[in-house]
């Protein structure tokens, strides 16, 4: 096998999860920058870079190159295992914050707050002095952990960064799994958290990787490979599965709310071009107006056009439309909106052969309101025309040959 091959295969496990997660820190980004004092939005932000920059540096070029610039073999590992316990203390630092932090009257959250910060922070510390004092003068890319396990001050240097990450991800994983029993939740965010729950289980899984590939050195055994061969793969899909977590809410309700707007758009097309026939023009929009926008100007201008026919709506015609609709079986809301689409093609076709200023062609002012409000069920009417025409044909009966349904 081509070692370049072998190579590249080695190193996707880190480019991948550093393109997703850079992805959702996009996608945060403006929202942060937005709303930079909201606590949360500053802790998810902290832990999306954080964990780009622990796949960065954990990449054997990168180690490589951090190793030979500054010329102490090695140094990327305290680096590294800095950023790692790190992304460990902000996963503490996010879920604190998620969970009520902003609202927080009693202080507790600031308390914990300060308490993790101080706790990760002393162990980052501790990481460089027990680097300082080891002797690790053989640089290793990809093997550290087990090369060294047995090193003094080295064994306790990785020992210390497993322990952090490990008590951080625990913590994190049994507060987001409480979080989802609970009821209430967006059903987009309920799966972003399981997810995330996901996730962080995972990285259980790599941490007992490390361990145990450790352990296995201090008893005298080689299983090197949990730590270089299973464990990235591991550590990348619960990367993959935490920024999934992250971009899932958001791109969740963002599509939705898309969704239902083009969904809103396409209902009222019908009645929208049929109104359009008698007032003329079209809804205005501007050239990349937003789905949002094309939607409230659509709503308005139909309802516009329906004030403009309301002198034309023939209320007797309605209810007998309704009368007939009933009778044909329908349910009340449905015979209702029968007898609106009714009532406006014909306001329409009387709009047409009507001047506007022609004052004979008043009918008794009609109550309009239900009608402005059911705009979208009358425009799904009226891509029914075969029940239209049926409604037409009842109503044209008199009341009396009308059989009972």
Known sequence: MDPSHFLAGIYISFWIPIAVLAAALAIKLPSIVTLWKDPLLRAVGGLLVLACAVFVCAAPPTITWTNRVTGVPNISAP????LVTAF???????????????????????RATRWIVGAYAGVIVALWVLFALADAPVERIRDLDTYYARTPFMRELIVLYLLAHTGACLITSKLIWNWIRTDGLDVWLRGGLKFLGVGYTVNLVYDATKAVAVGARWSGHDLDWLSTALAPPVASLSAVLIAVGFILPHAGQYLHRRARTRLGLWRLRPLYR????????????????????????????????????????????RRTAYEAAVALGFEAGRARALAHAVTVQDAVRTGRRTRRDDVTALLVDPDTGNLLAEIEAVSRALRRPGDIRAVRAVAAVPAERVPAR
């Open 274 to 317: 049929l109104v359009r026939t008698v007032v003329g023009g079209r809804a205005p929009v501007r050239l990349r107006a937003t789905p949002e926008l094309r939607l409230m100007r659509r709503e308005t201008f139909i309802r516009d056009a329906l004030l403009h026919l309301a002198r034309f709506l023939d209320e007797d015609r």
């Open 79 to 82: 680096l590294l295992y800095s």
């Open 88 to 110: 460990g203390g902000s996963c503490l630092l996010m879920i604190t914050t998620w969970r009520g932090g902003a609202t927080d009257r009693s202080g507790a959250t600031r």
